[in-house]
């Protein structure tokens, strides 16, 4: 983080000089600060356009086989990696408002046998590094919830894969997530995913990344670094 006072260049801009100015972070890691939690095993996952997880653990890990990486935070770590599977698999299948009734006649807690690997096409980065590897969407059941069904247990496994993944690589193991995106709305989906990867799983208070950014700037404004 760093703070600068806007130079009269950007002033002529149209910012006033004493404009102060932060970098920011990428969108997960954005999420994750809107969420507050900072112990270690408590977790942040965003369910936008990719499905991304970020885990506070007290050891650093880092493994470009399996697309996973970690960032400091203070003086602990926040691992994770991005998987291409998420919602913007459900924008190609459904609309939003389709996601809403369809989820209503969907029971959580019944797992669905329909096995998927939701991608939006070829190519998957998290917890399995494949550039080739193809989506799975098909066999299609003839009831849309059911189908519905399947891609969000379908997702909850990626997530947990993901989640076990940092745990065998030497991570904090996950003990509580926090849910971030539009995902976050779902409360089916919420449900799923926590009889799958077998801890609680909550909506955040915040949801939205820019709460995170915003969060980032109040600290590099107010102490500079
Ligand atoms: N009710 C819902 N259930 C599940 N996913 C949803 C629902 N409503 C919206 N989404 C998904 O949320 C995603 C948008 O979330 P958002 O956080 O804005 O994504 P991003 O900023 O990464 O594009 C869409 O891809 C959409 O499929
Ligand atoms: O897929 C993404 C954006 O579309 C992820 O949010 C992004 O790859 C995650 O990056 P980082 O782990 O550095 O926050």
Known sequence: MCAHNMTTKYALSG??????????????????????????????TSLGSTLAIKLVSRVRV??????VYSHRLDDQWLVGGASNS?????????SDDQLVTLSRDIDPSSPSPLDYYPLP??????????????????????????YLHGILESMARIEASGY?????????P??????????????????IRERVLGVPVWKAEQTEAAYGAALLALRGATTGS
């Not at 102060?20 to 408590?42: E, H, M, N, Q």
């Not at 880092?62 to 697309?67: K, M, Q, T, V």
């Not at 076990?164 to 904090?172: D, H, V």
Request: glycine share 10%; with cysteine; charged share 30%.
């Open 174 to 191: 996950v003990e509580e997530v926090f849910t971030a995106g539009g995902g976050a709305q779902n409360e089916k989906w919420t449900a």
């Open 164 to 172: 076990k993944l940092l745990k065998e690589l030497g991570a904090t």
């Open 62 to 67: 880092e493994d470009a086989r399996f697309g």
């Open 86 to 94: 998420g919602g913007v698999v459900l924008r190609q299948l459904f």
């Open 121 to 146: 096409k070829k190519g998957e980065r998290f917890p399995v590094s494949d550039p080739d590897m193809e989506p799975r969407l098909e066999p299609r059941p003839d009831s849309d919830a059911e």
């Open 15 to 44: 910012f006033s000089n004493d404009c102060v100015v932060c970098t920011g972070t990428t969108d997960s890691i954005a999420a994750f600060l809107a969420a507050r939690t900072t112990d270690p095993g408590k977790a942040v």
